[in-house]
């Protein structure tokens, strides 16, 4: 399985967006990927009074990026946008995947949500807007075990522990947003510890460089063996890495450290 992860710079010109995220996707398919992984908000991260209409999943996003797969004949983690929610006032944050016919092969709504309150400094809830999806979720991708999440999920091990144990998991995957501060010290540290932890491959795509109104987010996407290595990194600023993932290095892993399988909590 050949799986990219796509870095993106998303300002508030959804169309533009869209086509960015379009030719990455080109070029991973170009360079033989089953799997194309995108960063979260792909299609818009700008100010909230600029956004465009939450929409369902086969709105204008939805069915961009279903036609992208077909066309291209890819697997597709179309990194999240604003689903129309529960009610007027929230969205979801949801992340699409789309199969190599463009079907829609699986939906997952972003867990946990970023509510901080530090007198002083910064105040940002995070559920003021969005609302918590409730369901872990695991796709298979033609044989492979795939176990979604998004950004802030990251710090949650727990969610990770039941994508691999109850949902078989081997590939992890984490379309972000990562905020700059946070990022240089904790994303790489993060990524690898849920790799290690679950055994378990892990393709995390990022949003980076400078985004409006006054936010900054980190890139360096990367893929990540169960092993903990950093198989490839994208480079600051927009692009892609294309990297093959060797399962039979997962069951080595598996077989030689059986940490999942002598788990007793």
């Keep these: 399985m050949r799986v990219a992860v796509c870095q993106l710079n998303a300002r508030d010109d959804r169309a533009a967006n869209l086509a960015a995220a379009e030719d990455l996707l080109v070029r991973a398919a170009a360079a033989g990927a089953d799997l194309a992984v995108l960063p979260e908000y ?43 929610g529960p009610d007027p006032a929230r969205t979801w944050n949801t992340s699409l995947v789309f199969d190599r016919a463009g079907a829609l092969a699986a939906a997952y709504r972003k867990i946990h949500l970023y509510d901080v309150e530090i007198p002083g400094r910064v ?5 003021a807007t969005v609302a918590p999806g409730e369901q872990p979720v695991v796709v298979d991708v033609e044989g492979l075990r795939v176990g979604l999440s998004i950004c802030y999920d990251l710090r949650f091990p727990e969610l ?7 949902g078989g998991a081997e590939l992890l995957v984490v379309p972000a947003a990562f905020m700059m501060h946070t990022g240089r010290d904790h994303w790489e540290i993060l990524l690898r ?73």
């Design 42 to 84: 792909v299609d818009f991260l700008g100010p909230g009074d600029r956004m465009p209409p939450a929409e369902p999943v086969d709105g204008v996003v939805g069915t961009f990026f279903a036609d992208v797969a077909r066309r291209l004949g890819i697997w597709v983690v179309a990194g999240s946008f604003h689903e129309a």
């Design 123 to 127: 105040s940002y809830r995070e559920s």
């Design 160 to 166: 990770y522990r039941r994508l691999a144990t109850d």
């Design 193 to 265: 510890a849920r790799a290690i932890e679950n055994q378990c491959f892990v393709a995390a795509a990022g949003q980076t460089g400078d985004h409006e109104p006054g936010r900054t987010c980190f890139g360096r996407s990367m893929v990540v063996d169960p092993w903990g290595t950093v198989l490839a990194q994208v480079a600051d600023g927009p692009g892609l890495v294309v990297t093959e993932l060797d399962l039979d290095r997962l069951r080595t892993i598996r077989a030689e450290l059986p940490s999942l399988a002598n788990r007793r909590l």
